[in-house]
């Protein structure tokens, strides 16, 4: 898929700037710049790498937020073994198809933004889900060395015991500070629930052009934008301005 992908972005490339995908050409301006949006200085054409990830990540939001899909509901039962906590651990195999072992692999990008609210603790997972500010307690604790004599797959519950929490003295900074936490965590008798958050703003539906966004990160805005494309303007001056632009950034630079 990969090697689809560039092979379509360097067609996509020859064409912007031959009129043709015969032959060759040299490439005036990045294809990297020009995915950008014209805020940003680029001519706003979609990343496709960014893009198809966008689209690999809404099926695992799927997951979390469409529990009534029968595709999710196969996925859940085939592939997590009939537990969506699964997803942060299961693992890639030959066995399973690309689409599968992508959205696998895409773990750590999605991670982040789905949020596990506690209520009872019975279904979070004490190492993996999202559920503390201090992120994975895998990674954040080194798991992999010792797990504190807490089971790979144990809640949080089950690590509570009549309001008291089981963990052994902190021997290190990192530990010492999820006991800290640990102490304005109270469970309840509600059960505990996902959401998606994007910058620190809860969403409540999936918008593939504001991830698609949130994939490429921040970018600095240019000061010329606005002065390239305006209304009414003739779009081939504006793309000769816009790349006269980027050849005097280009110059200054050397």
Known sequence: MVACINR???????FLWNG????HHTARVSW?????????????????HSW???????????????PNSVWVCWFKEVILRGDISNY????????????????????????????RRIGNGETTRFWFDNWMPLGSLYSFLNASSSRLGIPRLATVAS???????????ARSE???????HLTTVVLSEEE???????????????????????????????????????????????????????????QETD
Not at 8 to 14: A, E, F, G, H, T
Not at 104 to 110: G, P, S, T
Not at 210 to 225: C, D, F, N, R, T
């Open 8 to 14: 379509i972005n360097s067609l996509c490339s020859q």
């Open 20 to 23: 043709s995908i015969e032959g």
């Open 32 to 48: 990297e710049t020009v995915t950008l949006t014209k805020e940003q200085g680029g001519l706003g054409v979609k990343d496709l």
């Open 52 to 66: 198809n990830l966008a689209c690999i990540l809404k099926l695992i939001w799927m997951l979390f937020f469409r």
């Open 88 to 115: 942060w651990t299961v693992n890639k195999s030959s066995t399973h198809s690309w689409l599968v072992n992508k959205m696998i692999k895409a773990r750590e990008l999605i991670y982040p933004l789905l949020k």
């Open 159 to 169: 690590i509570c015991n009549a309001g008291q929490w089981c963990l052994r003295p």
């Open 174 to 180: 990192n530990q010492l500070a999820l006991q800290v």
């Open 192 to 250: 505990d629930y996902y959401e998606w958050e994007i910058d620190g703003m809860l969403r409540h539906r999936y918008n593939t052009g504001e991830i698609y966004s949130y994939l490429k990160g921040h970018q600095q805005l240019v000061p010329w934008a606005k002065i390239v494309w305006f209304s009414y303007g003739i779009p081939r001056h504006s793309f000769l301005t816009w790349w006269s632009s980027w050849t005097d950034v280009l």
